[in-house]
């Protein structure tokens, strides 16, 4: 499978403890939505390299984020291994999000579209995670090289199209100009 055909879901921050289990970071909008997901197996990418499936033996939250541990990590020397790489999975087992709710990447080349003209505003280059709310950054209309960050809020992104491959917004004023 190519890279297009993975779905990145967590990272491995830490080790914990002595028996194999690693402390994520999950990339869903919220930890619940995470512990929530119907997964068993996943894969560890490092870089843009797929390594070999993990299975998941169990999970749990420990200081606010998951703690899982694999049958194939035994130890604390294997975890400490897993530090910094991405869990993904294969995209067709992603799993279903709540409405507004998407896994990074899922967006990545979508079209931005004003609401009010109609006119190509850029294409989506990421959704970006933010304490309060998530972030889409996409390409300046008018800038080669520059990024424009708009706030994923109803006021400003007000319809996502998957199968359209657009978003439509209504940029704040001046926002184009910073």
């Known amino acids: ?62 200081k606010g984020l998951p703690l899982v541990t694999f049958r194939e990590i035994s130890d604390r020397t294997a975890a400490e291994g897993l530090k910094g790489m991405e869990i993904v999975i294969p995209a067709e087992e992603r799993w279903e999000l709540p409405e507004g709710s998407f896994f990074p990447g899922e967006l990545d080349g979508f079209e931005v579209i004003s609401k009010l003209t109609g006119d190509k505003l850029g294409t989506v280059l990421r959704l970006e995670s933010g304490p309060a709310h998530d972030h889409l950054v996409f390409t300046h209309p008018h800038r080669e090289g520059d990024e424009v960050m708009l706030p994923k809020v109803e006021a400003f ?22």
């Open 157 to 178: 992104v007000h319809e996502v199209s998957l199968a359209d491959h657009r978003v439509l917004v209504t940029l704040p004023e001046g926002l184009l100009e910073l």
């Open 1 to 62: 499978m190519n890279s297009e055909q993975w779905l990145a879901i967590a990272v491995i921050i830490r080790p914990h403890a002595l028996r194999g289990a690693v402390q994520l970071k999950p990339y869903t909008r919220t930890v619940d939505e995470f512990l929530g997901a119907p997964i068993k197996r996943v894969y560890l990418r490092d870089r843009s390299r797929i390594l070999h499936p993990l299975h998941l033996q169990s999970m749990g939250l420990h």
